[in-house]
């Protein structure tokens, strides 16, 4: 779900959910320049909250904020899990983010090859 979002809440959506993609410290992770995109996920329960709080809009540009909904999401705090932001920067239409969360994959799928797990 896409949003526009006045750039004093910004901070205000950033620490309400889950970041992902390349958005805040994550831009560094994947040698990305950081943007004045917020995307994260929010449970269906909470989202309601988040839009009313940060006074988001839908249907309005500039997009500022991408939330992702689920149902659940996993345990602890802080960004998304680095499969999930690799995920997102895959399926964008932003060819350097596209590239970057490729090569995320590459390298999880390659540390994870490179370990003894059959054994």
Known sequence: MEYWCRGSNLDKV???????????ELADLFRLAAVDTV?????????????????????TEPVRVRLHVANYLPAGEG??????????????NDPRERRAGLEAFQTL??????KEVWT
Request: glycine share 10%; aromatic share 4%; proline share 4%.
């Open 14 to 24: 950033t620490n309400l959910i889950r970041i992902s993609a390349a958005t805040g």
């Open 39 to 59: 995307e994260g996920y929010v449970t269906a329960s909470a989202l309601e909250g988040i839009v009313r709080q940060c006074r988001l809009k839908q249907g």
């Open 79 to 92: 960004p998304m899990p680095l499969g999930v932001c690799a995920s997102d920067l895959a399926e964008s």
């Open 109 to 114: 799928i390659d540390e994870y090859n490179s």
